[in-house]
T-cell receptor
Framework: QQQVKQSPQSLIVQKGGISIINCAYENTAFDYFPWYQQFPGKGPALLIA?????SEKKEGRFTISFNKSAKQFSLHIMDSQPGDSATYFC???????????FGTGTKLQVIP | DTGVSQNPRHKITKRGQNVTFRCDPISEHNRLYWYRQTLGQGPEFLTYFQNEAQLEKSRLLSDRFSAERPKGSFSTLEIQRTEQGDSAMYLC?????????????FGPGTRLTVT
């Protein structure tokens, strides 16, 4: 049962540009909305997370924008670098079940 | 390296055989999770342990799957009578119970190929 929908499936951005990945969720019981970054051959690594009562969170070049009424949230990567090339997953975390529900992923390629 | 470790990293098996994977969490973490990731998809939750107790199981975890964490440290995931549909990356994660338990640390995974 797909509860977190993610787009686009793939994204190519020039070095220095802004990468934007969008997600929508259905389950209003999520307690946090984390973003994970995954490189080939590695497990996902937590990048940044936001609570549903906050509209924006920024950590370095990474910003989450959250729209609770629309049940949508997005990741913005400012000044994208080739080292940011990876697959990004948005997710919802349910504290009651200790379960992370992942989106389908966005493969980001940052070209020089 | 004090991260989550998983063994083996790759496993090729024939349909019908049993396989077992091992996960060693970060040493002080009392919560341990198993996820399955198929190609081009996000990881899907399978089960989670707090210490040695298995507290949550997904409907994805059929009767052929069993997970254990006997002493609250490492965990094993066994798949009996493997099927081709079991081919996937099996990921283990761990966390420390507390305020920010959404922060799960993932291992590199075990890639299973069933021929």
């Amino acid at each position: 049962q797909q509860q977190v929908k993610q787009s686009p499936q793939s994204l190519i951005v020039q070095k220095g540009g802004i990468s934007i990945i969008n997600c929508a969720y259905e389950n209003t019981a999520f307690d946090y909305f984390p973003w994970y970054q995954q490189f080939p051959g590695k497990g996902p690594a937590l990048l940044i997370a936001i609570r549903p009562d906050v509209s924006e969170k920024k950590e370095g070049r990474f910003t989450i924008s959250f729209n609770k009424s629309a049940k949508q949230f997005s990741l913005h990567i400012m000044d994208s670098q080739p080292g940011d090339s990876a697959t990004y997953f948005c997710a919802g975390f349910s504290g009651g079940y200790q379960k992370v529900t992942f989106g389908t992923g966005t493969k980001l390629q940052v070209i020089p | 390296d004090t991260g989550v470790s998983q063994n083996p990293r790759h496993k090729i098996t024939k349909r019908g055989q049993n396989v077992t994977f091992r996960c060693d969490p970060i040493s002080e973490h009392n919560r341990l999770y198993w996820y399955r990731q198929t190609l081009g998809q996000g990881p899907e939750f399978l089960t989670y342990f707090q210490n040695e107790a298995q507290l949550e199981k997904s409907r994805l975890l059929s009767d052929r799957f069993s997970a254990e964490r006997p002493k609250g440290s490492f965990s094993t995931l066994e798949i009996q009578r493997t099927e081709q549909g079991d081919s996937a990356m099996y990921l283990c994660a761990s966390s420390l119970s507390g305020a920010d338990t959404y922060e799960q640390y993932f291992g590199p995974g075990t890639r299973l190929t069933v021929t």
